[in-house]
């Protein structure tokens, strides 16, 4: 009896001790809260993958090359997944060992299926959900897409067919979507991009919208009461929060999930603070990066809305299109016009940024333009108003205001301006400066400059299909918008010459732009030698030298730093002889009395070479001296006066001084070379001196 009741007694001590088990549960270790974001640092850029060449291959990070790297998404694993758009329309995988390789895609069209059967039309944001599938914004084909870990794609929303509809699945619409984020739940966020509105999708399929309206615009509100301008990206807060990057109004939107909408920076009355937020990634701690459109930096957005830049201050990105936070605070940066992946680093304390290697490779093909020019006939021969480099001035009196930026090709007003290469849209905002002197279409790796958009010179539309001509409240033309994605075949017209009667054709992202000419036109020659017109040297307050005896001129060796300023100019084949272009390349050498060069100066110090266009909008004050250039293009005789001494080349910029207090009194020559594009070479390029020490006899003895 005794060990029965033994026996029922630990039978209910056992009974008791498991109901409490489930009933006081012992609480887990407490994770460490996560540390708070450091402000204000710098980042050092290191490549994970490309080399700056447009292409498809697929494989260790510096070989892969991409055609237009958009969305970026980490998952927990420190898997990389890449949207890649323009001609690979694919979706991309880096795995640890750091080689890229295919998830699904890899062609343009729309259709379904596993891996390399699936096909994508301008695949741009990209967003991972807690299973680890992957929602792609399809902007090409209008719809969202869905890809699991092993590469199956299936279609969540969208038909293919651009325009606005709620619905179910397939049956709803949207126009050019670029982002999508999706929460703990399964819901789908899309930035509905030329819609200007935010919409979402049930798991059921079910598609709604949460917040904008049927034009773009500048508002906060509930629902369709808000209004946005071009939305290109969104990301989750951790409290459930929405942001949204809302490139044309320049600010950083928040929405709440009822759908209200309320600025948190910026604005296009603001004091633009953001310059066209393109894409942005969020921290646990409410702090946003952003990568803007309008500058090619990656900032920091703090909680109180202070504005720091990360990276592309110094050396812009030719254009962040997509960035995203790593669990070390870190971040990952798609450059789509440079054709190359990014991690960014906090550099240590103390430590100096690196030489990153950044932007598109001087040896990225140039587009096949195969002799056509941007005006009919294409294949025939038109003037050249202006080359890469030249300084240009403002209407309000400033001579020197930026460097050209690209090629100028005379034509009539109103006169149909042509596509001279295929191209297809990679620009969220291909368009610009609707009505303005300088309206302009970016396709590619062109920008068409100095025309209506897509319209003939009575403001009707060319193509509807391609060209969304956009009217505001009052009936008058607002904007054009061009859809990323949009193709282009040689000889399809653009839009008309606006009023100042040519065309600019500019080759590169802006900072690194190229020289035009190398596109080779069909009956384009250069056989003119370019002149010299005027050699100067000018003292430490900018005065110029002007002391001479026995032909030479007299330079005080200890007079302090001089600047080398070179008057010269250049003509093509068949151009007005009033027509001046500016050159190609300066430099200069340092001659003895003998003509032997100095110790130094065995070749010409080519310190400015209009290859690459530098970022910086002072560059053109350090290329040129006081009087040069115009006040209007083709007013009054242009006058372009190179300073020697400074560095314009590269994409770089530096400024010099001539130091001659090293040399013995004596004499001396310096040796100007001055060449075209075509490889002309200015002759009789040579000033003699005589070095002296101040407070000598006139011969320093």
Not at 30 to 43: D, F, N, S, V
Not at 269 to 293: K, Q
Not at 363 to 377: Q, T
Request: proline content about 6%; glycine content about 14%; aromatic content about 6%.
């Amino acid at each position: 009896m005794a060990r029965r009741h033994w026996v029922m007694a630990a039978a209910g001590l056992t009974a008791a001790a498991l109901a409490a088990s489930f009933l006081w549960q012992p609480k887990p270790p407490r994770r460490p809260e996560p540390a708070a974001t450091p402000l204000g640092w710098r980042a050092q850029v290191e490549l994970l993958g490309g080399d700056g060449v447009a292409g498809d291959a697929v494989g260790p990070g510096p070989r892969s090359r991409f055609s237009d790297p958009w969305g970026v998404a980490l998952d927990a694993g420190g898997t990389l997944y890449v949207a890649d758009a323009g001609d690979n329309n694919r979706i991309l995988r880096r795995w640890l060992d750091g080689d890229f390789r295919l998830l699904a895609g890899g062609r343009e069209g729309f259709a379904d299926g596993l891996g390399g059967a699936a096909a994508f039309n301008t695949p741009s944001g990209i967003a991972l959900d807690r299973h680890g599938n992957l929602y792609v914004a399809d902007t090409g084909n209008h719809a969202i897409r869905k890809v699991t870990p092993r590469g199956e794609v299936t279609t969540l929303a969208g038909g293919g067919v651009p325009g606005f509809a709620d619905g179910n699945g397939r049956d709803a619409r949207f126009n050019g979507p670029m982002g999508v984020a999706v929460d703990d739940a399964g819901r789908v966020y899309v930035a509905d991009t030329w819609n200007d509105r935010i919409r979402a999708i049930e798991p059921d399929g079910r598609v709604w919208t949460l917040a904008g309206d049927d034009h773009p615009g500048w508002a906060d509100g509930q629902g369709d009461q808000a209004r946005f301008d071009t939305p290109t990206d969104l990301k989750l807060a951790a409290d459930g929060t929405l942001w949204v990057a809302d490139m044309n109004n320049d600010a950083l939107r928040t929405l709440t999930p009822a759908g209200a909408v309320t600025t948190r920076i910026g604005g296009p009355w603001s004091a633009r603070a953001l310059r066209g937020p393109m894409t942005l990634a969020l921290t646990h701690d409410g702090v946003a990066y952003v990568g803007e459109r309008g500058t090619g930096r990656v900032l920091q957005v703090s909680p109180a809305g202070h504005v720091v830049a990360v990276a592309g201050d110094t050396q812009r990105f030719a254009r962040a299109a997509g960035v995203a936070l790593a669990p070390d605070g870190s971040l990952l940066l798609a450059d789509a016009d440079a054709y190359r992946i990014h991690h960014l680093r906090p550099l240590p304390p103390g430590a100096e940024e690196g030489g990153a290697v950044v932007g598109p490779s001087i040896d990225n093909p140039l587009p096949r333009n195969e002799g056509r020019w941007p005006l009919a006939p294409q294949r025939g021969w038109h003037e050249v108003v202006g080359t890469l480099g030249e300084v240009r001035g403002t209407f309000s009196g400033e001579s020197r205001h930026h460097l050209h930026s690209g090629f100028d090709v005379r034509g009539d007003v109103g006169q149909t301006v042509l596509a001279i290469a295929a191209a297809k849209v990679g620009s969220p905002a291909a368009t610009w400066n609707l009505g303005g002197q300088a309206e302009g279409l970016s396709l590619d790796m062109l920008d068409y400059i100095h025309m209506k958009v897509g319209r003939d010179p009575a403001n009707r539309p060319l193509d509807p299909a391609r060209f969304q001509l956009v009217y505001d409240e009052a009936g008058q033309l607002e904007r054009v918008r061009v859809r990323r994605g949009t193709r282009f075949n040689p000889g399809d017209a653009l839009g008309s010459i606006n009023n100042q009667a040519h065309v600019h054709l500019a080759v590169g992202p802006s900072g690194y732009e190229r020289n035009a000419v190398r596109l080779g036109f069909a009956n384009y020659a250069d056989h003119f030698v370019p002149r010299i017109d005027d050699i100067a040297l000018l003292d430490a307050d900018g005065q110029r030298l002007r002391e001479h005896r026995d032909g030479r001129l007299m330079v005080p060796r200890d007079g302090g730093g001089l600047q080398l300023v070179v008057e010269a100019w250049d003509q093509v084949d068949g151009n007005l002889p009033r027509r001046r272009l500016g050159l190609y390349a300066l430099g200069y050498q340092i001659l003895d009395a003998a003509g032997r060069p100095l110790p130094g100066y065995e070749q010409p110090c080519m310190n400015i070479e209009f290859n690459r266009m530098p970022p910086q909008r002072e560059a053109v004050k350090l290329a040129y001296a006081e009087d040069s250039g115009i006040t209007v293009h083709g007013s009054r005789r242009t006058r372009f006066r190179y300073v020697l001494t400074n560095t314009v080349r590269d994409g770089r910029l530096a400024a010099g001084m001539l130091d001659l207090s090293g040399l013995q009194v004596g004499d001396y020559a310096i040796s100007i070379v001055a060449r075209d594009y075509s490889g002309n070479e200015a002759a009789a390029g040579t000033m003699s001196l005589r070095i002296v020490v101040v407070g000598q006899g006139t011969d320093g003895e």
